[in-house]
């Protein structure tokens, strides 16, 4: 039987040390993030030595994932929020570039485990947390306070502000994690009804046909759900960044 949720498994490489009695490991997770790490510092690191007028393959790719975040940023945030470009522009490559390996077989896709995106999603609430605080002081608490709410409805249209700010994490990660892990179960299980139906010799196959189509046709749907959810992910993030630029607004 082949099972969706193996590849899911965090795999220790070897031991880095231990910290009382629990052991700090080197895992298969770890692994793909310094992987794409790599591919993403290559990337960028050639797109910018070449710095041709006529730009080669790298160069535009580099210069078009830049191009696209920080566009992004300015129609969101404004132009005083590209000081967090590098924040945002990391947090959508990272996400973007681990999720496109994620969808090659037999790979790893660090986004399925929630433990990742919500680091991440952590990272982003705590940096507009303290950013906010920092900008504005005492002002920042008027993202919970929206313009022109009734007085007699205020502290109900508070209470509600108070509690959506403090669960962002949770959906924000949630979102990311729920899509990765469900797409690849999805072609998983998919997957696995081909190798199944391929046991029944000839008409087997025959009728292996369908599950191959739609392997197929998931797989393209789940390399475009690959990159929006990064986008999702660092757009919703310049937005929440936006509050403690401009809170009240």
Same mark, same amino acid.
């Given at each position: 039987?082949?099972?969706?949720?193996?590849? &899911?498994?965090?795999? %220790?490489?070897?031991?880095?040390?231990?910290?009382?009695?629990?052991?700090?490991?080197?895992?298969?997770?770890?692994?793909?993030?310094?992987?794409?790490?790599?591919?993403?510092?290559?990337?960028?690191?050639?797109?910018? =030595?070449?710095?041709?007028?006529? @730009? +080669?393959?790298?160069? =535009?790719?580099?210069?078009?994932?830049?191009?696209?975040?920080?566009?992004?940023?300015?129609?969101?945030?404004? $132009?005083?929020?590209? %000081? &967090?470009?590098?924040?945002?522009?990391?947090?959508?490559?990272?996400?973007?570039?681990?999720?496109?390996?994620?969808?090659? @077989?037999? #790979?790893?896709?660090?986004?399925?485990?929630?433990? *990742? #995106?919500?680091?991440?999603?952590?990272?982003?609430?705590?940096? *507009?947390?303290?950013?906010?605080?920092?900008?504005?002081?005492?002002? &920042?608490?008027?993202?919970? *306070? @929206?313009?022109?709410?009734?007085?007699?409805?205020?502290?109900?249209?508070?209470?509600?502000? !108070?509690? =959506?700010?403090?669960?962002? @994490?949770?959906?924000? =990660? !949630?979102?990311?994690?729920?899509?990765?892990?469900?797409?690849?179960? #999805?072609?998983?299980?998919?997957?696995?009804?081909?190798?199944?139906?391929?046991?029944? +010799?000839?008409?087997?196959?025959?009728?292996?046909?369908?599950?191959?189509?739609?392997? /197929?046709?998931? #797989?393209?749907?789940?390399?475009? /759900?690959?990159?929006? $959810?990064?986008?999702?992910?660092?757009?919703?993030?310049? /937005?929440?960044?936006?509050?403690?630029?401009?809170?009240?607004?």
């Amino acid at each position: 039987m082949i099972d969706p949720i193996e590849q &899911f498994n965090i795999e %220790k490489i070897f031991t880095i040390g231990h910290i009382g009695h629990q052991e700090i490991a080197f895992t298969n997770s770890s692994a793909y993030m310094f992987g794409t790490v790599a591919i993403i510092s290559l990337l960028m690191i050639g797109g910018v =030595s070449q710095k041709r007028l006529v @730009p +080669g393959r790298i160069q =535009s790719i580099a210069e078009l994932c830049f191009e696209f975040v920080a566009t992004t940023i300015r129609s969101n945030a404004g $132009q005083e929020g590209m %000081k &967090f470009f590098p924040l945002v522009f990391s947090i959508f490559m990272l996400l973007a570039v681990s999720n496109v390996i994620g969808i090659i @077989p037999y #790979t790893f896709t660090i986004a399925s485990h929630i433990v *990742v #995106t919500a680091a991440l999603a952590l990272l982003v609430f705590l940096t *507009v947390i303290i950013y906010g605080f920092y900008k504005n002081g005492l002002k &920042f608490l008027k993202i919970f *306070v @929206p313009k022109g709410v009734p007085i007699a409805i205020l502290p109900a249209v508070v209470a509600i502000e !108070v509690f =959506s700010f403090f669960v962002r @994490p949770v959906s924000h =990660s !949630v979102r990311l994690f729920a899509n990765m892990l469900a797409g690849h179960i #999805t072609l998983k299980v998919f997957a696995s009804f081909i190798v199944t139906l391929g046991t029944f +010799g000839f008409v087997g196959w025959l009728g292996a046909t369908l599950p191959l189509g739609l392997t /197929i046709a998931l #797989t393209a749907l789940e390399l475009l /759900i690959a990159l929006l $959810q990064a986008y999702v992910f660092a757009i919703l993030t310049v /937005i929440y960044l936006n509050d403690a630029i401009h809170p009240g607004h």
